[in-house]
Nanobody
Framework: QVQLVESGGGSVQAGGSLRLSCAAS????????TGWYRQAPGKQRELVAA???????KYADSVKGRFTISRDNAKNTVYQQMNGLKPEDTAVYYC???????????????WGQGTQVTVSS
């Protein structure tokens, strides 16, 4: 079992920044990648960024140049630095442990509880 806990969400004005954290615990064997997803009201959950060892991080086109995903293996934590936030970034953000080797990100069934990000104009 894998436990994922997100934190760092909040309310900011457009142009502001937030840093999300995803702390993992439990057995992550075989699930070496982490993905950040978001889901806005009435919309499908979408992949925002993904990271894995030895491959370049993956970003959705809508966040390229504004979001940066990183990881601290010693803390078993993945971060997502979000700069230049826009109202359309408003969503619940979830992290997931899965598989990523440079192509598609393959999510597992292990999700965190989500953290709300609200960006006002």
């Amino acid at each position: 079992q894998v436990q994922l806990v997100e934190s760092g969400g909040g309310s900011v004005q457009a142009g502001g920044s937030l840093r999300l954290s995803c702390a993992a615990s439990g057995s992550t064997f075989g699930l070496s990648a982490t993905g950040w997803y978001r889901q806005a009201p009435g919309k499908q959950r979408e992949l925002v960024a993904a990271i894995s060892t030895g491959v370049a991080p993956k970003y959705a086109d809508s966040v390229k140049g504004r979001f940066t995903i990183s990881r601290d293996n010693a803390k078993n934590t993945v971060y997502q630095q979000m700069n230049g936030l826009k109202p359309e970034d408003t969503a619940v953000y979830y992290c997931n442990r899965g598989s990523y080797s440079g192509g598609p990100y393959y999510p597992s069934s292990f999700w965190g509880q989500g953290t709300q990000v609200t960006v006002s104009s």
